[in-house]
């Protein structure tokens, strides 16, 4: 099949930018290199859009959160990331969690079915010096592209850290001691008001707990990887809880709303545990993402009440990402200025977190589609979701210190009249929500 735009990248973002140019007839050849011997340091197979660190897509309410709004923006233009999260959710209470494998292998469905999509498994190592190209490779780019993109833009990539949770088999989790409840109650469709498992402890054991995270031996910094900073909403629990006694009892182990079933209170502090697959058989360690050597995580670990003998399907790790320093060298159709004919999506921009990566491959697909029509579309209004995120990364961040960052209503342009503060999130929603579906009406883009 000949092709129109090349897509450079398998993940999130590069399977929605070639979902979107698809659909509005462009012919696509995406490459991913994954399965053609090569791989990652985080990824553990080869499957399309494959989720690296989390099986959470976060909040789903798109009347109170960001990230629930971006979810049903992204519906909206018929998201091929949000079809397949649908198809491969679990219960996760009021946020939206898959099944990594079948999320994978629903992405790769959709793809392979699409006549319009040419599925290459390659390595590039060069960025096209001439044709249509979406540069969706990821905070994970190979060594050789890397180098090219570093050439092409003339400046230091930014980079900062980013860690991977454990996971656990639920066979091997002491129910006597553990209790399917969410905070609060609250539950996903899928769920009941169960849909996590809370591992209680009292002070004395959140003490010694805290005091084995600070002692446990961690994995070691090469030179060059010293001086990179972590990205906050990824911290390792080891580096929270040197932080301060109490970080973790405001942060992961937060008790609060989680009453004992066999106490009737809330515990000193709360280990919780959310489904990772459909079968329920794997559960993830929320906000365990660590740096501690395997051997310190398994010891440590499993003095948690309730994971005396737990057994891990995946134990947590550490790797450098890398990514541009986008509101200086992308324009305001995400073009990399000194070579218009690439663009660039997803987390190499500095957007933080799934669906983020993949609405910023949605919005490239969009604009590429748009340009080989002979048309410029222009980005969504800063007072939706979409846009809020896309503005931050195409310029109106600081360049200076710009970070990795996830969609949130800091992003979005102000309310033009005062809401009070408890209205303000809905206030903003509603705001968005209109403008959005004005935005798509005058560019016809859900087509």
């Keep these: 099949m000949g092709y129109d735009v090349h897509v450079i990248g398998g993940g999130l973002a590069g399977c929605e930018a070639a979902w979107q140019l698809a659909k509005r007839g462009?012919?696509?050849?995406?490459?991913?290199?994954?399965?053609s011997g090569d791989s990652t340091p985080a990824h553990q197979g080869d499957g399309l859009a494959e989720l690296v660190c989390s099986n959470s897509f976060r909040s789903d309410d798109a009347e109170n959160n960001a990230v629930g709004l971006i979810h049903q923006e992204m519906r909206d233009?018929?998201?091929v990331i949000m079809a397949a999260a649908a198809a491969a959710r679990v219960p996760a209470g009021s946020a939206l969690a898959v099944d990594r494998a079948i999320f994978s292998a629903e992405v790769e469905k959709r793809l392979r079915g699409h006549g319009n999509i040419e599925i290459n498994r390659e390595r590039i190592d060069m960025l096209p010096p001439d044709g249509l190209t979406i540069v969706a490779t990821g905070p994970l780019t190979a060594a050789?592209?890397?180098?090219?993109?570093?050439s092409a833009t003339g400046k230091d990539s930014l980079a900062f850290f980013d860690a991977i949770a454990p996971t656990?088999?639920?066979d091997s989790i002491d129910m006597n001691v553990a209790w399917y409840a969410s905070r609060w109650d609250k539950s996903s469709t899928e769920g009941d008001g169960k849909d996590y498992i809370n591992c209680p402890m009292d002070k004395d054991q959140y003490l010694a707990f805290h005091q084995g995270l600070l002692d446990a031996e961690k994995t070691e910094f090469k030179d060059w990887e010293k001086d990179t900073p972590y990205f906050a909403a990824c911290m390792p629990i080891e580096v929270m809880a040197e932080r301060g006694l109490e970080t973790l009892r405001f942060g992961p182990m937060?008790?609060?709303?989680?009453?004992?079933?066999?106490?009737?209170?809330?515990?000193?502090?709360v280990v919780q545990l959310r489904q990772d697959n459909k079968q329920g058989s794997i559960w993830n360690m929320v906000g365990f993402q660590t740096?501690?050597?395997?051997a310190?995580?398994?010891?440590?670990f499993r003095t948690i009440p309730g994971l005396e003998k737990a057994e891990f399907a995946r134990l947590g790790g550490l790797h450098r990402n890398s990514f541009i320093c986008s509101p200086l060298l992308l324009d305001r159709q995400l073009r990399l200025k000194s070579a218009p004919h690439i663009r660039f999506a997803g987390q190499i921009t500095g957007c933080e977190g799934y669906v983020e990566s993949a609405a910023i491959g949605l919005l490239a697909g969009i604009m590429t589609a748009s340009e080989l029509a002979g048309r410029t579309m222009p980005p969504p209004p800063g007072t939706t979701a979409l846009g809020a995120l896309f503005g931050h990364i195409t310029g109106d961040a600081h360049a200076q210190d710009y970070q990795p960052m996830n969609v949130n209503f800091g992003l979005f342009a102000p309310l033009d009249e005062q809401v009070h503060k408890k209205a303000r999130k809905q206030a903003?929603?509603?705001?968005a929500r209109a403008e959005y579906a004005s935005w798509i009406g005058v560019n016809r883009l859900a087509g």
């Design 291 to 294: 740096k501690m050597k395997h």
């Design 77 to 79: 233009l018929d998201s």
């Design 254 to 269: 937060k008790p609060v709303g989680l009453d004992n079933p066999k106490t009737g209170r809330w515990p000193h502090a």
């Design 26 to 35: 462009v012919n696509v050849r995406l490459s991913e290199m994954r399965g």
């Design 296 to 300: 310190a995580q398994v010891a440590l």
């Design 144 to 150: 050789a592209l890397a180098g090219s993109i570093l």
């Design 168 to 170: 656990v088999f639920h």
């Design 428 to 431: 903003m929603t509603a705001r």
